[in-house]
């Protein structure tokens, strides 16, 4: 079971570079890494995924090492609407293994 | 395009009842997660179905069932509810079936569905 661990909460000023660190020591090797965001009374929104060295889209970076046992959402200056929880994803159900998706990091972007 | 619905929005149920909680995914996806959020637990992955069957479950006990469709929108029920089966439920679709090894897995959330147990 790759279940995941993650700070349960940070502080960030608004215009500062966030980095969330997830802890997965037992990810399979067809596991993806996937990132979610959440804000309160609404489901999950996809943020980023990757499998091992760097991704980078339009609103994050995910930094994953070699050995995949864990890895790095970086949102680039942060504004006071990216505070929400945010979730570390390890697995698919489509894979067969069990997926887990932990309870996630509370950010909290102070103006 | 119409993104994933649930219904009701909220439910309240007293215990030892039964909760049916309905999801309609995105058009065109045909696989629907049920995922599990109570207080301070994070989200936990409940059930997953697709083309009609059930695919992978989570760690719940058996009185937590589902089904899918043949328009592949799906339902949860839960029997015999319980205080701790408080919780939000949400659901997810995505277009992903049973491709083999490591695959691109963006899940779409509905709303969620707020359940009571009183």
């Known amino acids: 079971l790759a279940k995941t661990t993650q700070p349960i909460s940070m502080d960030s000023y608004e215009g500062q570079e966030v980095n969330i660190t997830c802890s997965h020591n037992n990810i399979a090797t067809n596991d993806y890494i996937t990132w979610y965001q959440q804000f309160p009374s609404q489901g999950p929104r996809f943020i980023i995924q990757g499998y091992k060295t760097k991704v980078t889209n339009e609103v994050a970076s995910l930094f994953i090492p070699a050995d995949r046992k864990s890895s790095t959402l970086s949102l680039p200056r942060v504004s006071l609407s990216d505070t929400a929880v945010y979730y570390c994803l390890v697995g698919a159900p489509n894979t067969g293994n069990q997926f887990y998706f932990g309870t996630g990091t509370s950010l909290t972007v102070i103006p | 395009e119409a993104g994933v619905t649930q219904s009701p929005t909220h439910l309240i149920k007293t215990r030892g009842q039964q909760a049916t909680l309905r999801c309609s995914p995105i058009s065109g996806h045909t696989s629907v997660y049920w995922y599990q959020q109570a207080l301070g637990l994070g989200l936990q992955f409940l059930l997953w179905y697709d083309e009609g069957e059930e695919r992978n479950r989570g760690n719940f006990p058996p009185r937590f069932s589902g089904r899918q469709f043949p328009n592949y929108s799906s339902e949860l029920n839960v029997n015999a509810l319980e205080l701790e089966d408080s919780a939000l439920y949400l659901c997810?679709?995505?277009?992903?079936?049973?491709?083999?090894?490591?695959?691109?897995?963006?899940?779409?959330f509905g709303p969620g569905t707020r359940l009571t147990v009183l």
């Open positions: 997810a679709s995505s277009s992903l079936g049973l491709a083999g090894g490591p695959t691109y897995n963006e899940q779409f």
